[in-house]
């Protein structure tokens, strides 16, 4: 089966051997990768509209996985159950994300891995899941249809952090891959065009961006 390059490198972070729930599957294509594709992976699929579900349910059908792939309709993670261990959210806004796991923190006794792909406000992701207890293990970039996405992978325990980790990634920032450096300049380049046009009035604003505009440029 194909699975486009985002979900993919989201599945090269699921260790072996996990009981993962994907919270938002949509049509649990990634379910079903992870399914044929690694070994002894227990997945549920697990989203709140009853839509995406149909077609999850049809999919995992048609690659004869319904013994392996459990299927639950619910908000976020309160679909998780004791056994789980992984919890993977991808495709959703990062403010979002980072509502379904810290109002439900009661949750996460048992879960020692999480693996985000945040649409947006990674700074705020990355800040937020590490004061759950979690720590950044590793993160990559993926470009698909000149958009790139992040892919950040938390296990339980503690590291310190600056905020220049949280702006750039403390593992990105390392690794300084070459979409590394496109995400970066694209960036600097969208925060220098909108200091152009924001009010001097805004100042708190303006010394925010000036802020992150620092930290990107130590790096370029
Ligand atoms: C854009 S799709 C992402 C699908 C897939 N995870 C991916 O990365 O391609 C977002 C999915 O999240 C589901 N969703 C949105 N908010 C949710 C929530 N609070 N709890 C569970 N699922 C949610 C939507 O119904 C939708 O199916």
């Not at 149909?54 to 995992?60: D, L, R, S, T, V």
């Not at 999480?114 to 937020?128: A, D, G, H, M, Y």
């Amino acid at each position: 089966m194909r699975i486009n390059e985002r979900l993919k490198l989201v599945a090269s972070f699921v260790e072996e051997n996990k009981n993962v729930i994907d919270v938002g599957c949509d049509h649990a294509l990634l379910d079903i990768y992870l399914n044929i594709n690694r070994n002894n992976i227990r997945t549920v699929a697990s989203d709140i509209k009853e839509g995406p579900l149909e077609i999850a349910k049809n999919n995992i059908k048609k690659y004869h996985l319904e013994d392996k792939i459990e299927v639950r309709l619910g908000n976020g993670i309160d679909t998780i159950d004791d056994k789980i261990d992984t919890i993977v959210i991808s495709g959703m806004g990062g403010l979002t994300i980072i509502g379904i796991l810290k109002y439900k923190k009661y949750l996460l006794k048992n879960v020692d891995t999480i693996i985000l792909s945040p649409n947006n406000e990674v700074f705020k992701t990355r800040k937020e899941i590490t004061k759950l207890g979690y720590f950044i293990e590793d993160e990559e970039l993926i470009e698909e249809k000149k958009q790139i996405y992040h892919v950040i992978k938390f296990k339980k325990g503690k590291k310190y952090y600056t905020k220049n980790d949280f702006v750039l990634g403390p593992i990105l920032k390392s690794k300084k891959s070459k979409t590394f450096i496109t995400y970066l300049t694209k960036e600097k380049e969208s925060l220098e065009k909108l200091l152009k046009i924001l009010p001097k009035k805004y100042f708190k604003r303006r010394n925010k961006l000036k802020r992150e505009l620092k930290e990107i440029k130590k790096v370029l």
